[in-house]
């Protein structure tokens, strides 16, 4: 019953676009943190 539920509302648009649009919002930290995460692997590999 608890997961019938769950699908219920996971599957919900209402959800789905709110989820995303939450999820968006990280987007640039994501990727800021990977080009740091990035530049910093090729400093230590010049070192």
Do not use: C, K, R, Y
């Not at 219920?8 to 990280?26: E, H, Q, S, W, Y």
């Amino acid at each position: 019953m608890i997961f019938n539920d769950f699908w219920d509302i996971v599957l919900n648009p209402v959800f789905l676009v709110t989820f995303g649009l939450v999820m968006a919002a990280f987007v640039p930290l994501g990727l800021s943190v990977l080009v740091t995460w990035q530049e910093n692997a090729e400093h230590t590999e010049a070192e």
